[in-house]
């Protein structure tokens, strides 16, 4: 796909109703987005499915939602007060700033001006807790959403009686201050995490490294339905990895503007645990009764973006190709399993009971899936808006539907039609979602 | 019940892992909290039910997500920088700090000291954007979620096809920087909102002031499950009204430390959008075509608390009563729609295949529903865990269980139990949780 592809995918976000620029009334706030009607729904539906498949499925996984304001001796303890920067220069000329260590060149790659030394700049949001500034806590904005769980480990463990090795999972908001955010969701400064870091036995780290490896390339491909010929592995060389880190990769994806990342396995060693029994005095030992062995658990983790994984579905189902009648129709081909609305219902005209019917028959869908429901403008029109929103069925209802109680649907990738028993149709949404190959109706077959 | 059974509850929601104070290890920060593994379960199920009754279901409403960063104009718009502020005053001997309007008389509460004057305190989290602090903008965490639904309403209203009256609903984070936080998860300085703003015509103001006020009091009652004797619609008299609100109406419970509010339904008058396009100059008028009419929508707000909420659920279903042994025991009624786990799969004991089979048993149920698997301990005690953390049912694999393919199955509320086969446990789950009345077991009905 073509770099300039990135503008078409940003055009139909904000026309289908998918996602919007964040106070966008007042010229918008820098890297931050909303998500509209459609992308609302698809984030859920992202949500969701790594909820069901990282915690709820997983008897050795226990769910957790920390606050996002947490004590600054946190920080301190995980070494973000410290370390969590980067070297940012700015140019004497045009005053744009920055990162030192993107840059090819020592000139400004704006005007070629001069840029000053490089200096350390905090990506953690500071604010103030209490009721005066002057005699109030400073605090920071989480800029990760690890932390929380790894403070919370013996709260989680006690309670749900986990014995190692086992994994807490959490979805949450993260904050960061970047010097130069970009490519549209992809790098922004208030973003989604679906993290889950699992507590194990030094012994067994390259085990549970590949398990969860193997186990989250799996989900992107066959739970969400990302193109495997488009995910990559990376392993980082071990003269990149974090201090504490002892093997990370990475599962990228081809984006428009290249391969980038998706989510990160790493194995961290037992430097987190370590840290914060230090920094708080709490002993986080596990007793493990059986060896009767006492050690600081090691964690691999599993950390994912989900403004990116959204961001990487769109353009992964985004395509361009010819209608019905030979015109140029815009496509998005999303996993029904993912698609934001199941399907649309619209009525062939908007007379003749064909409308009320049409309501009657999007009601009864919506106790079990998002339906949107058009009455309006030629049939044509509401199909193609239907496509590029990503709709796997349309379902018409037209003059014969109130005789034979059965109406006309109409399949996304293959625009092949069927006639089917309105009381059918549910089961149909669920059986296709299911058996879904992407450019393969299942309205042909049987 | 009585007041001190809060402790209770709070000791609870740390001892089954409801929810724990956010950073315990570092000594906790203050009004902030985790939601451990049950209560994220709790407070994600009244999210979905809330999400399904007032978007996913309705024709007329549009979901969004928008950022928890907006533009500072925002809250020039909204008010919010000039009147969102409570009066302080601070004790001249022991520096503590009130809300003046919440005091009684003029001599400080916990010492009985002199007080300052009030100054106005902005509740406002205010923090930086941009790469250095002083060039950077001042920006701040939003106070409430509805200004996210009023700059985004042609953004959604437009792509959804929606005319009025239709509204827009959305859940998410907001940050109070409260001078006197307190009575647990009640009032935090970081919470979550579930709110509807509803566009309308000024004409039918009153019918749906009147139609979702009855929509939101069903949905607790009988959605959630909360008792209808402890819920009260509480009219704001015209003198306490905000500048802009024309009517508002508050659902309050009662809870141990008084009756507070849930949720409050809003006439905010044509305030919103007058101000947004005030200061944005943009054009938010909505035009009728069938009426050539060209005016401001009016909006009726739902607002409700979802920590609240959660707490009140807690508050309703915690019953201490006598167990089979004639022992106290503690139950947590939640309606099992709302319970965090819809049962707990117990062997008898862990030997002869039924760790095997009851292991088994749970990660079947685990595609449908969250599953607490525990083998350990006697089985009594994991009965009284599992009733005071609101399990609806406790599925016991005895030594039977591999000859008959049934197990036992024992109701929370009634404590009553039942031989049921393993291939009908599911079904069993779900029609109890359609029919279930407090109280009333179903299980000795047929």
Known sequence: MAKNSMNEIVALCKRRGFIFQSSEIYGGINACYDM?????????????????HMVQMRPDVEGL???ILMHPRVWEASGHLEHFSDPMVECKDCHHRFREDNLKKDKCPDCGGELTDPRNFNLMFKTHMGPVEEGATEIYLRPETAQG?????????????????????????????EITPGNFIFRTREFEQMEMQFFIHEEEEDKWFEYWMDYRINWHKNVIGISSDKLH?????PNKLAHYARRAVDIEYDFPFGQSELEGIHNRGHYDLTRHAEFSGKNLEYFDQAKDEKYIPNIIETSGGIDRTLLALLTDGYEIEEDEQGKERTVLKLHPRIAPVKAGVFPLVKRDGMDELGEKIAADLRKKFNIFYDAGGSIGRRYRRGDEAGFPFAITVDGDS?????????ERDTMQQKRVPIDMIEKMIEEFTEGYQRDKGLLSGD
């Not at 749900?160 to 904050?175: C, D």
């Not at 109130?402 to 109409?410: A, H």
Request: aromatic share 10%; proline share 6%.
């Open 36 to 52: 509209g009607p459609l992308g609302v729904e698809l984030k859920k539906n992202i949500k969701d499915l790594w909820w069901k």
């Open 65 to 67: 939602d920390a606050a």
């Open 149 to 177: 769980i790894y403070v919370n480990y013996e709260n989680v463990r006690v309670p749900a009686r986990q014995k190692l090795p086992f994994g807490i999972g959490q979805i949450g908001k993260a904050f960061r201050n």
């Open 233 to 237: 592995v990376v392993e980082h060389p």
């Open 402 to 410: 109130l005789q034979d109680n059965s109406v006309t649907i109409r």
